[in-house]
T-cell receptor, first 114, second 107 residues
Framework: GAGVSQSPSNKVTEKGKDVELRCDPI?????LYWYRQSLGQGLEFLIY????????KSGLPSDRFSAERTGGSVSTLTIQRTQQEDSAVYLC????????????FGEGSWLTVV | GIQVEQSPPDLILQEGANSTLRCNFS?????LQWFHQNPWGQLINLFY???GTKQNGRLSATTVATERYSLLYISSSQTTDSGVYFC?????????FGKGTRLSVIA
């Protein structure tokens, strides 16, 4: 597609439920990133995929968070047993290759845990 | 890890005024980007500028990599320039974002 596409755009879930957030990167981009932005805060790195290399998971805040990228394209971020502190905007981005390139963000998935 | 500091944290401008936003970083980098986050939350890429100077319309940016800072210039500001401006840097590591400069342009 023309840009990075994320779904759902908004999600309200009950504490303790699992959620899945989807990201479809720009066609041809081999690098994909997930960030999180809490209300009024900066962006916090979560995970990075580059081609067939092992993902950089160093930013995942707990083992309740996981992500996969199938076929080198679409990625899914899964949050298990959601907590209220997980409420944030989850932003996906992609770039043609790795960190030394311009990265482009999607519009984000707004997650609210009640 | 790399530290990124942006200043000022908040800025209010009269429409038509010029401004300079600053980004200091603590280590050598091979990626530096400026983003504008509009009031709806969308992050728009302004510049990819690990070194040198670039201009795009009323916006320009300069990065002095040896002195570890970057500047974003906004000239003849418009109300549509309002939002948060983020600087993000990386050195073969995940992009690290500063806390942003919140700009409000009033008519």
């Amino acid at each position: 597609g023309a840009g990075v596409s994320q779904s759902p755009s908004n999600k309200v879930t009950e504490k303790g439920k699992d959620v899945e957030l989807r990201c479809d990167p720009i066609s041809g981009h081999t690098a994909l990133y997930w960030y999180r932005q809490s209300l009024g805060q900066g962006l916090e790195f979560l995970i990075y995929f580059q081609g067939n290399s092992a993902p950089d998971k160093s930013g995942l805040p707990s083992d309740r968070f996981s992500a996969e990228r199938t076929g080198g394209s679409v990625s899914t971020l899964t949050i298990q047993r959601t907590q209220q502190e997980d409420s944030a905007v989850y932003l996906c981005a992609s770039s043609p290759t790795g960190w030394g390139n311009t990265i482009y963000f999607g519009e984000g998935s707004w997650l609210t845990v009640v | 890890g790399i530290q990124v500091e942006q200043s000022p944290p908040d800025l209010i401008l009269q429409e038509g005024a010029n401004s300079t936003l600053r980004c200091n970083f603590s280590d050598s980098v091979n990626n530096l980007q400026w983003f504008h986050q509009n009031p709806w939350g969308q992050l728009i890429n302004l510049f990819y500028i690990p070194s040198g100077t670039k201009q795009n319309g009323r916006l320009s940016a300069t990065t002095v990599a040896t002195e570890r800072y970057s500047l974003l210039y906004i000239s003849s500001s418009q109300t549509t320039d309002s939002g948060v401006y983020f600087c993000a840097v990386a050195g073969n590591t995940p992009l690290v974002f500063g806390k942003g400069t919140r700009l409000s342009v009033i008519a």
